[in-house]
Nanobody, 130 residues
Framework: QVQLVESGGGLVQAGDSLRLSCTASGRTTSTFSTYAMAWFRQPPGKEREFVSAINWSGDKPTYADSVKGRFTISRDNGMNTVYLQMNGLKPEDTAVYYC????????????????????WGQGTQVTVSS
């Protein structure tokens, strides 16, 4: 079993930046480097939505259109950690952000489907004030 723990959320003003981290622990973290990892978010009163995903080697990031050009996903397999650098934050970015992972190889639109991920963190709140 793999546990994912997010950190880095907070209350910021529009235009500010935050960096979220998600660290994996547990008996299978030796295979973290093979996992596809992703960030999803759930705005207040709305459904969970895809934000960004990254493949095992980190060279194929995917972004939702709403965050493209502002957010950057990266990973450090030696640290079992995936990051989400969020720049130019907007009030509409306010949400609980969840880290997700899977040992299954994902491709195409599969990386954006929350049902494809079997490991989830508890979420971290990001609030952007106008």
């Amino acid at each position: 079993q793999v546990q994912l723990v997010e950190s880095g959320g907070g209350l910021v003003q529009a235009g500010d930046s935050l960096r979220l981290s998600c660290t994996a622990s547990g008996r299978t973290t030796s295979t973290f480097s093979t996992y596809a990892m992703a960030w999803f978010r759930q705005p207040p009163g709305k459904e969970r939505e895809f934000v960004s995903a990254i493949n095992w080697s980190g060279d194929k990031p995917t972004y939702a259109d709403s965050v493209k050009g502002r957010f950057t996903i990266s990973r450090d397999n030696g640290m079992n950690t995936v990051y989400l650098q969020m720049n130019g934050l907007k009030p509409e970015d306010t949400a609980v952000y969840y880290c997700a992972g899977t040992g299954v190889f994902l491709y195409g639109d599969m990386v954006m489907d929350s049902r494809e991920y079997n490991y989830w963190g508890q979420g971290t709140q990001v609030t952007v004030s106008s």
